[in-house]
């Protein structure tokens, strides 16, 4: 159900790409569908892709690539997350790409997010949240995170510390549910060392869901 889910939202989110646009592709597997429904559109547009995997994904795809030296606004970003509540607070960077996805969305005039049904929640948390750190101050923010309430792993690929396209690694931190995510994004984005993490509040203007044959979409109003 999860993938017919996600391949629904993904090519949902595609129609709303015009031809000409300047367009972000997230990373993960449910923004791989929207870069499929982009592709099968066959329109001229130019990407800004979010990780170094969705660039070679796109270009496998005939889609045309371009970095942020050559554009200074993406006309719509769309990518997927790992929780979202209602009022479109969300939790990413499970495929690890947080840093460059925050930055595109930034960037951007419009975001859409997509999700399979499972990704709604009524609070953050239960889904581990990722925090990118310098690795030389990774063990004073992994104490940091811990003596917070969270449990904390540093994350790894084939028994290495993995690291992210912007060199840097990352901390899951398994807090069960984040209360007063506003204040904990503050909290975050003023300790040092940390240069990005996975909470994106304030960035999405509009959610797409997946439920079974039908997609809805949220605007945030709670």
């Given at each position: 159900m999860a993938a017919a889910e996600k391949k629904r939202v993904g090519f949902a989110a595609a129609e709303l790409v015009k031809a000409g646009m300047i367009v972000g592709l997230g990373t993960g597997s449910t923004a791989a569908f929207f870069v499929?429904?982009?592709?099968?559109?066959?329109?001229?547009?130019?990407?800004?892709?979010?990780?170094?995997?969705?660039a070679?994904?796109?270009?496998?795809?005939?889609?045309?690539?371009?970095?942020?030296?050559?554009v200074e606004?993406?006309?719509?970003?769309?990518?997927?997350?790992d929780?979202?509540?209602?009022?479109?607070?969300?939790?990413?960077?499970?495929?690890g790409a947080l840093m460059r996805e925050k930055i595109v969305a930034s960037l951007s005039d419009q975001v859409v997010y997509i999700g399979d049904s499972s990704k709604l929640v009524g609070t953050l948390g239960a889904f581990p949240l990722p925090v990118e750190v310098s690795p030389f101050a990774a063990p004073a923010i992994q104490r940091q995170l811990t003596n917070a309430?969270?449990?904390?792993?540093?994350r790894e690929a084939n028994g290495q510390p993995f690291v992210s396209d912007e060199g840097h690694w990352i901390l899951d931190a398994a807090f069960k549910q984040i209360d007063d995510p506003e204040k904990f994004d503050t909290l975050l984005n003023s300790t040092?060392?940390?240069?990005?993490?996975?909470?994106f509040i304030g960035l999405i203007d509009r959610m797409l869901i997946a439920r079974g044959d039908e997609v809805k979409a949220l605007d945030g109003t709670g």
């Amino acid at each position: 159900m999860a993938a017919a889910e996600k391949k629904r939202v993904g090519f949902a989110a595609a129609e709303l790409v015009k031809a000409g646009m300047i367009v972000g592709l997230g990373t993960g597997s449910t923004a791989a569908f929207f870069v499929d429904g982009v592709a099968a559109r066959g329109l001229t547009i130019r990407c800004v892709p979010t990780s170094e995997a969705t660039a070679a994904m796109a270009r496998a795809r005939g889609l045309e690539i371009v970095s942020l030296r050559d554009v200074e606004r993406i006309a719509l970003t769309v990518d997927g997350v790992d929780e979202v509540d209602t009022n479109l607070r969300a939790i990413k960077g499970g495929g690890g790409a947080l840093m460059r996805e925050k930055i595109v969305a930034s960037l951007s005039d419009q975001v859409v997010y997509i999700g399979d049904s499972s990704k709604l929640v009524g609070t953050l948390g239960a889904f581990p949240l990722p925090v990118e750190v310098s690795p030389f101050a990774a063990p004073a923010i992994q104490r940091q995170l811990t003596n917070a309430g969270a449990e904390v792993t540093l994350r790894e690929a084939n028994g290495q510390p993995f690291v992210s396209d912007e060199g840097h690694w990352i901390l899951d931190a398994a807090f069960k549910q984040i209360d007063d995510p506003e204040k904990f994004d503050t909290l975050l984005n003023s300790t040092p060392g940390v240069v990005a993490h996975g909470l994106f509040i304030g960035l999405i203007d509009r959610m797409l869901i997946a439920r079974g044959d039908e997609v809805k979409a949220l605007d945030g109003t709670g």
